[in-house]
C-alpha cells in the first residue's frame, strides 16, 4: 500500500507540477508529498525528479515511469469500475473528436447505441481531419489513426488499421494489375496526398518499408470521395480496411499488390496525461474497443 501511494504521489507532482499542488490535491502536507517520493527515488535507486527552489523536472527515467505509472492508475480505475457498475451510473458530458471519414461510419453510430444504453450521458461529436489540441480545447478523448506522434497523451488501441490499394474489377480488365509497386506509375492513382506517396513493404524483408510516389488525373483530400471514384472505375486508391471491406467482399473493389501491403498500424482513442478519465469517458472508450473487437463488426456494409 506505501508503494502504492508513491507512486500516486509521484504521479500528483509531476502532472501539477509542484509539491504544494500536490499536496493540497492530497490533503496533506509538502514535506510529506516530499518524503513519498525521496522513498520512492530511494526504492527504485534512480532519480525521478529534479527539484529547484523555482521549479520542478522529470529526468529521462521520471519521463519514461510516469508513461507505465499513469497507465498502471488508469488500469486500476477501470478495474474499479468495472466491478463496481451496479452501484455506479454514468452521467455528465463528453467531447469527443474523431477523423471526419472514420468518425461518420464508425464512431458516430456508436456513440448513439452508448448514449442510448446510458440516458443520463450527452456528447459533442466533433469530426474533423485536423489534430486537435484536447487540453485547450477541452476534448476528453480523440480517436487517431496511424502512429502517434504526441508524447503527452495516454493512448489505448482500439483496433488494428491495415490499408490496401484498391480498384473496381471494371477499371482493372481496362488497365491489368499492377504486379509491384513500381508498376504504379503507369496507373492512374487516386490520391489524398500525392506527394506523400503509398507506404509498401518487402515480400522478403517485412520490416522494411517503401514510399512509392503516385500521380493521377484525380487528386480529392476526402477519402471518401477517393473510395467512390475507385467504386466507379477511375483509378486505384490506397484506402483503409476500415473503408472498403465490405466493398472487398461484395466484389464491388478487389485489393491488388496485397504481398506488398504496409505493416498494420492502430486506431486509438487518446487523451491527456495529467486528466483522470471520468466513468462515463472510460466506459466509451471501452465500448469503442469492444465492438470494434466483434469478429463481425469491420464486414458490416454502410
Not at 525521496?38 to 523536472?57: A, F
Not at 471519414?101 to 485536423?130: E, K, M, N, Q, Y
Not at 502512429?147 to 491495415?162: I, K
Amino acid at each position: 500500500m506505501n508503494s502504492f501511494k508513491e507512486i500516486e504521489a509521484f504521479v500528483s507532482v509531476a502532472t501539477r507540477g509542484s509539491l504544494s499542488a500536490a499536496a493540497r490535491a492530497d490533503g496533506v502536507t509538502p514535506a510529506m508529498m516530499g518524503r513519498r517520493i525521496d522513498t520512492l527515488e530511494e526504492r527504485l535507486g534512480v532519480k525521478l525528479l529534479v527539484r529547484t527552489t523555482r521549479k520542478l523536472s522529470l529526468t529521462f527515467e521520471g519521463s519514461a515511469f510516469l508513461e507505465d505509472c499513469q497507465r498502471i492508475l488508469n488500469d486500476l480505475a477501470n478495474a474499479e469500475a468495472s466491478v463496481s457498475l451496479g452501484g455506479v451510473k454514468a452521467s455528465g458530458h463528453i467531447k469527443v473528436s474523431a477523423p471526419a471519414g472514420f468518425g461518420r461510419r464508425h464512431v458516430a453510430p456508436l456513440v448513439r447505441d452508448f448514449l442510448i444504453t446510458h440516458p443520463d450521458v450527452s456528447c459533442s461529436l466533433d469530426l474533423s481531419d485536423r489534430v486537435v489540441d484536447l487540453v485547450n480545447e477541452g476534448v476528453d478523448c480523440a480517436i487517431r489513426i496511424g502512429e502517434l506522434a504526441d508524447s503527452t497523451l495516454v493512448s489505448v488501441r482500439l483496433a488494428d488499421n491495415r490499408r490496401v490499394v484498391v480498384a473496381s474489377p471494371a477499371y482493372l480488365a481496362r488497365h491489368g494489375i499492377p504486379a509491384t509497386p513500381e508498376a504504379l506509375a503507369a496507373h492512374n492513382c487516386l490520391a489524398l496526398n500525392p506527394q506523400r506517396g503509398w507506404v509498401f513493404s518487402n515480400p522478403e524483408d517485412p520490416g522494411h518499408t517503401q514510399v512509392q510516389k503516385v500521380s493521377g488525373r484525380f487528386e480529392c483530400n476526402d477519402g471518401t470521395v477517393l473510395r467512390e471514384w475507385a467504386l466507379g472505375g477511375l483509378g486505384l486508391a490506397w484506402r483503409s480496411m476500415w473503408e472498403v471491406e465490405a466493398d472487398l467482399a461484395s466484389g464491388a473493389l478487389v485489393s491488388v499488390l496485397d504481398a506488398f501491403a504496409a505493416p498494420t498500424t492502430g486506431i486509438y482513442a487518446v487523451f491527456p496525461q495529467n486528466r483522470r478519465l471520468p466513468l462515463r469517458v472510460r466506459l466509451l472508450i471501452d465500448y469503442l474497443r469492444a465492438s470494434y473487437g466483434r469478429p463481425d463488426y469491420w464486414r458490416v456494409g454502410d
